[in-house]
């Protein structure tokens, strides 16, 4: 109760409502790809048949479709491909629903997969768009499927969201399925500039003012350390929250990074902290070590427990998140992939120890 009180009176003190640096899906609160969603944008209104969104984790897929979808209600979101090929035929619900009262009440979703493209066709009258999200987690059959969705229901437009590596999955598995894709839309990181709009956008929203209680010279360091991706920076900008409410700080600047800095380097990357770190964690360490810089696609051989590459290529993504947060591996956009290394402080302890 203490420490809950006294996190409340620090926010109180720089006029802050709460912390603006939850980490939450607030479609009011993007910032930036605004080509990428123009280009998305003109293709769904070209109609055109199966669109590509691609980035890493992080790089702010899901906040796009969802401000999207708040703007149309012909924009349907799916936040993960079905797991079973029956599954699929619950997409019907959301187009009956669409219908006219008698019509709605006398309709039935088809019973069998095989009759669902056709029923499609026949009760989508006008153009909608069906965004699947984490498409890069979707079986072979349930990939095949919506090919033959792509192919027989006119009046849809199918956005696939996935991360980089599901180009590299359709190549080597479902080439038929690629080859329908008729635009593929890139999102990398925010600029600078970006970075700094969508920080004082949220302190804004959470009641604060301009980019307080950071000091200027900090979006050069949130922007080096995050390299610009969106979810990086909300987690990083929490820390620093944290940080400042724990040493009841004014101001957030490099003053109280340089006592952060030795912090971590006392704590968080000593050898002691490294050999106590989860297994599969330690594991992701010494790859990046003997071969940085490495793709997660690169790590996938190494996890040969997994049943497939995508639920291998799930668990590395996840691993390398929590290495990224916690300082020992940090990563950068080379050119349409992205490497990771290990942060040079992590190095140092390494060749130390």
Known sequence: MEEENKYKEWLKKHNLQKNPFILEINPSLFVGYQQQISN???NIKQQQKLILLSGPTGSGKTTIISYLKDQNKDYIYLNKPPKETNDLINLSDYFIKDLGFL????????????DLPSFLDKIITRPKVLFVDETHEASTEILEWLRVMVDHVKNLTFVFSALPVFDDMLTKNLETLKKR???????????KEETEELIKKRIKHAGGEDIKPFSYNMVDYIYSRTGGFPRDVILLCNDLFNMAVEKNSDIIDHNLMEESNKKQIETSLKMDNLKHIPEKQKMVIDIIAQNEPITPGDLIPYFDEYQSNKHALRAINNLLGRLIKQGFVERKKEGKSYSYKLSTSTRTILVKG
Do not use: Q
Request: glycine share 0%; net charge positive.
């Open 181 to 191: 894709v008729t635009k593929k839309i890139e999102l990398s990181a925010l600029t």
């Open 103 to 114: 019509r709605k009440i006398i309709t039935r979703k088809p019973k069998k997969i095989n």
């Open 40 to 42: 998305l944008l003109s």
